[in-house]
């Protein structure tokens, strides 16, 4: 075994060893939503100067995810280009655009240079809960072959953990068709499909609720049917069919009499045409 392992193996040792002898207040919590910030605190000051005297650790579930150690900073692969710590705030550790895979139990660690030797100087814990929200989902009507069926599409997208869908109509489950649930191989959040078919003969007030861990969220579809007194109400009033025939006949007896007045005037321009093409005898 190398040096190298041999001082990884001791770092390991010495983090388990601190977690269970050093007395701590206990880990704090955080929930927070994919994509978001996170900003966990070591709650442990320490000047600028004493920087050069001090090594601050950073870990989630003995996986390291900072280092700060005199005249060094590290962030590990997983965490790059995401990840910073705040000094001047309690050694706090910002966390951008959060993953799923970022849920889990963190650890600072201090140790500070005394006689010698880099002793333990403060633990704290705190566990980051990351959550991924459904937004509402979305309800789109299609029109099928069958006259007298309608098919309604409900879907959402971007949410954890695996979503169920149900169809309810006055609290009793329905019968869905096509319904489909796929995870994004990257970012593991889901999406969930479903389509419902119904009569529209009859009025409907449809719900479609998806629920995933211990959330659910839910949309509405009404539908009414059209009433023959609907039809008839859309129909124009007798006062109106009156007014559009006082303006109407009027309109079209001008337009007949502009016809064939031109009619009359282009025959005897015909006439007038053809008495100068006529031969003198």
């Not at 605190?41 to 900072?66: A, F, G, H, T």
Request: hydrophobic share 35%; aromatic share 10%.
């Amino acid at each position: 075994m190398d040096y190298t392992q041999v001082c990884k193996c001791f770092y390991l040792s010495f983090l388990v060893l601190a977690g269970i002898c050093y007395p701590c207040s206990g880990a704090s919590q955080v929930i927070k939503a994919v994509k978001e910030m996170v900003i966990m605190s070591c709650e442990y000051n320490i000047s600028v100067e004493e920087l050069e005297r001090v090594r601050i650790y950073w870990q989630k579930d003995r996986d390291m995810v900072l280092s700060v150690t005199p005249g060094s900073r590290k962030v590990w692969p997983e965490y790059k280009n995401r990840t910073m710590i705040d000094i001047t705030n309690n050694l706090s550790i910002v966390i951008l655009d959060l993953r799923l895979s970022d849920m889990g139990k963190y650890d600072c660690v201090v140790q500070k240079f005394e006689k010698g030797s880099y002793k333990l100087e403060h633990l704290t814990s705190v566990t980051l809960s990351v959550r991924a929200y459904f937004p509402k989902p979305s309800i789109t009507a299609s029109e099928i072959p069958s006259s007298n069926i309608r098919r309604i599409t409900c879907s959402t997208s971007g949410g954890f953990p695996e979503p169920h869908l149900f169809w309810l109509e006055n609290t009793k489950e329905l019968n869905a068709i096509n319904t489909t649930v796929s995870q994004d191989p990257e970012t593991k959040l889901y999406s969930v499909s479903s389509e419902l078919d119904f009569n529209v003969t009859s009025n409907h007030s449809f719900v479609c609720l998806i629920k995933y861990g211990d959330l659910t969220v839910s949309q509405t579809y009404n539908w009414q049917t059209p009433k023959q007194e609907d039809f008839l109400n859309n129909l124009p009033s007798p006062q109106t069919s009156t007014i559009l025939l006082a303006t109407g006949i009027p309109a079209i007896g001008y337009l007949v009499y502009r016809c064939a007045q031109r009619r009359r005037e282009r025959r005897n321009e015909e006439g007038l045409e053809m008495e100068r093409m006529s031969p003198i005898l």
